[in-house]
Nanobody
Framework: QVHLVESGGGWVQPGGSLRLSCAAS????????MAWFRQALGKERGFVAG????????VYADSVKGRFTVDRENAKNTVYQQMNNLGTQDTAVYYC?????????????????WGQGTQVTVSL
């Protein structure tokens, strides 16, 4: 299985920005559909954004569309998520996920490979 490690989380004031990274090892980027999920305290883990195997297609949850952007640096086997105009509703643990799906899937339990998560806190 591919091993995933997230980084880049932290605290930011409303309106601020963060850039998350998901470094993969033990697999090749073209074998996996990649996705970002988040889980706020007491809430279900939900889909944030996804990237197709070839990196040519991106899908975003409506709640982050226009604020978040995902891309991949193939040479480093790393997926990024740029998060702008953050609000308190974005506070959550953010997870990187990967699986060998032919298309981007938005359901968390369809992904077998997960990182440990990185905390994002948006507050005054």
């Amino acid at each position: 299985q591919v091993h995933l490690v997230e980084s880049g989380g932290g605290w930011v004031q409303p309106g601020g920005s963060l850039r998350l990274s998901c470094a993969a090892s033990g697999g090749f980027w073209f074998e996996y559909t990649m996705a970002w999920f988040r889980q706020a305290l007491g809430k279900e883990r939900g889909f944030v954004a996804g990237l197709s195997k070839n990196g040519g297609v991106t899908v975003y949850a409506d709640s982050v569309k226009g604020r978040f952007t995902v891309d991949r640096e193939n040479a480093k086997n790393t997926v990024y998520q740029q998060m702008n105009n953050l609000g308190t509703q974005d506070t959550a643990v953010y997870y990187c996920a990967a699986d060998k799906h032919p298309i981007i899937v938005k359901v968390a339990d369809r992904y077998a490979n997960w990182g440990q998560g990185t905390q994002v806190t948006v507050s005054l």
